[in-house]
């Protein structure tokens, strides 16, 4: 067994800016992630983010990853790649299956005093015929193949969802070179910001609101999808069957937040709708119902790279503050304008119902005995 | 709204949020045409503009408003606006034209004094627009500019052109 | 959509679960995500239910009339990622 002052799980924008935010303030801090490279999901951000220019929006995701890998770099967090949690044991015990330099790995339990738990969130599926057939994806995954390892998933897509990620991986697609044949979304209206609908718009992207997958068709891959219009109880309406020739079916449902290690170490957990299904209860540290165990991003309700940032840097503060690095003062200073942060991102038509599921989390924590 | 069921905005949506530049400023030479109509939390545009012609202040949701006056049409701002909503519109350019600029960030970038078709926010093209300009600089980050000359008829219309699949 | 067009399809791939052995899993009494794996296997395969959980939620709630979170999750048990057999043959450090 080894210990370790601070363990983060996860070496995306909310773990990796949680172990800066520790390290900076002089804790001894871990951040172990099953991916090959650090970041979760930022380098395949390329876009330019929204935000506050104080803070780094108007940047595209990729630049804010690299930003986030020098600082951790600067401030001596030590990054284990290739190496997934597999398990969270009684009293702060991690065990990691460890990526060596070999190619092999090794088991190591380590037993630390703070784990912060950044695992991120997984992407819905939406079942139709033939939604087994090869061609047929998350948006996430095809946003993975196009801007990280630089493969067409196909020519030409039809995108189903029509929330931010939806908006924005059909964008990307097209700057990668297929064609967006049909963004089809069930809902009567757009779901994700005007702004990234009017750039798909312009490229010439059919917008179906009212619609669903019904079928996908192909014998070894995708070649045809059939859509249809749904009437008011959402049931496809017979007869208004339209057949896209496609190869590629993006599924942009939703994500979920990826919680086993949380139950794991039986920290309490609320369902919220709005966030996505299971999260843990926290405090305003970003501190769970198990003492010494933080948590921060999607893994405590699904929302974006700059609100995962921000908890990240709460929990990285708090987990520091408890260690005795940062005294209760200064700590209090940071941790209000991060909040206060937090509250901006939160805020207008599409940030407020996050802001009520946040205070609904916040509400339910109980008391630590 | 019409911009959230059918993903483009009308120029009756603009009107309703006071973002229709009049034509006396029209007539006094190029301007910035901010079309962000809903409270994301969002403000590069307003610390891309040195002349400090956009607005958005406090809460950071808040609409982006311009200063007519004070705005020269530089088109910093456009490359500067993560939603891809600012464009640079001037009705001077000739008897006849207007320019047109807009965020392009798709390959291959076309050419100057090439002939492409001019697009209208629902992607159709209206017409036909020569262009007069691509910068692409660094401080842009990899957001390039296009400017296109087209019939000035058109000119609150087009916001891009067709993107091209010859590769 | 209508029943007899969606009873064929897959809900977990991994473990290659039908609406139809869904629905007959209900049928016969499963409450729950929990429920359903017992008598299925859905959500036992590589991916640990990532994948199909959230279907089988869809499933249950929609044949049995109760919210999503009436419908549970699975049991987290370690190892929450698959491990080769010759890492853990090794021991742990």
């Known amino acids: 067994m080894v210990n370790k002052e601070i363990v983060v799980v996860g070496a995306g924008p909310a773990g990796l800016a949680a172990a800066i935010e520790a390290a900076k303030a002089g804790g001894e801090v871990l951040v172990a992630d099953l991916n090959i490279l650090p970041g979760g999901q930022l380098f395949k951000q390329i876009h330019k983010f929204f935000g506050s220019s104080a803070h780094r929006s108007g940047t595209r995701g990729i630049e804010i990853g690299r930003q986030l890998l020098a600082e951790a770099e ?42 912060i738990l950044a695992t991120g969130a997984s992407e819905n599926v939406v079942r139709f015929k033939g939604w087994t057939l090869p061609g047929v994806m998350g948006a996430g995954a095809a946003q993975t193949m196009i801007n990280v390892n630089r493969v067409k998933p196909g020519n030409k897509v039809v995108m189903l969802g029509s929330g931010n990620v939806g908006l ?75 057949v896209l020739e496609a190869d590629v079916v993006t599924l942009a ?18 369902y919220n709708g709005v966030f996505g299904g299971w999260v843990p209860k926290h405090d305003e540290n970003m501190e769970s119902t198990q003492s010494g165990i933080y948590v921060a991003g999607d893994t405590t309700g699904v929302e974006e790279a700059n609100t995962a940032l921000e908890e990240g840097r709460l929990a990285g503060i708090a987990a520091a503050e408890s260690l005795g690095y940062i005294a209760e003062k200064d700590a209090k200073e940071r941790k209000d304008d991060t909040w206060k942060r937090l509250d901006g991102l939160r805020m207008g038509p599409f940030g407020e119902k996050r802001m009520y599921a946040k205070n609904e989390i916040l509400a339910c924590f109980p008391a630590r005995s | 709204m019409a911009l959230e069921q059918n993903g483009y905005i009308t120029r009756e949506e603009l009107a309703s949020f006071n973002q229709i530049i009049s034509e006396e400023r029209f007539k006094k030479g190029p301007v910035a045409i901010i079309e962000c109509i809903q409270q994301i939390p969002c403000n590069p545009c307003e610390s891309a503009c040195v002349r400090k012609a956009i607005r958005i202040g406090e809460p950071i949701t808040s609409l982006p408003v311009l200063n007519e006056d004070r705005c ?29 600029a807009f965020p392009y960030e798709y390959t291959p970038l076309p050419q100057k004094d090439e002939t492409v078709d001019a697009v209208d926010r629902t992607g159709r093209v209206v017409c036909k627009g020569k262009v007069m300009k691509v910068l692409n600089p660094e401080s842009f980050d990899r957001t390039p500019v296009v400017t296109l000359a087209i019939p000035t008829e058109y000119a609150d219309e087009v916001r891009s052109m067709k993107r091209r699949r010859d590769r | 959509m209508s029943k007899d067009l969606d009873d064929d399809m897959f809900v977990c791939r991994c473990e290659e679960v039908t609406v ?53 999750t699975s049991s987290a048990r370690p190892p929450v990622k698959p491990v080769d057999f010759g890492t853990l043959a090794k021991g742990v450090q």
């Open chain 1, 74 to 115: 600067k401030y001596g967090v030590e990054i284990w790649l290739n190496s997934a949690v597999i398990g969270l044991y009684d009293d702060r015990v991690v065990s990691i299956e460890k990526g060596l330099n070999s190619g092999e790995k090794e088991l190591i339990n380590i037993k630390a005093e703070k784990i």
């Open chain 1, 168 to 242: 924005i991986v059909s964008y990307q697609l097209m700057q990668a070179g297929c064609d967006v044949v049909a963004l089809v979304e069930a809902a009567p209206n757009i779901g994700g910001y005007g702004v990234h609908a009017s750039k798909i718009r312009r490229a010439g992207v059919p917008v179906y609101t009212r619609h669903t997958i019904i079928e996908a068709k192909g014998t070894d891959r995708v070649k045809e999808v059939i859509i249809a219009e749904l009437d008011d109880s959402w049931q496809p309406i017979a007869g208004t069957e339209k």
């Open chain 1, 253 to 270: 449902a939703g994500l979920k937040p990826i919680s086993d290690l949380a139950r794991l170490h039986d920290l309490e957990m609320v």
């Open chain 2, 72 to 100: 020269t049409g530089c088109g910093v701002c456009i490359a500067r606006c993560p939603g891809l909503a600012i464009f640079v519109i001037d009705k001077t350019f000739s008897d006849a034209e207007a320019t047109v």
């Open chain 3, 20 to 72: 139809r052995e869904i629905r007959q899993a209900i049928a016969e009494g499963a409450r729950d995500v929990v429920g359903i794996k017992r008598r299925t296997r859905a959500g036992m395969g590589l991916c640990q239910g990532r994948t199909c959980e959230k279907m089988v939620q869809q499933i249950l709630s929609q044949e049995l009339g109760i919210s999503p979170e009436e419908t549970g």
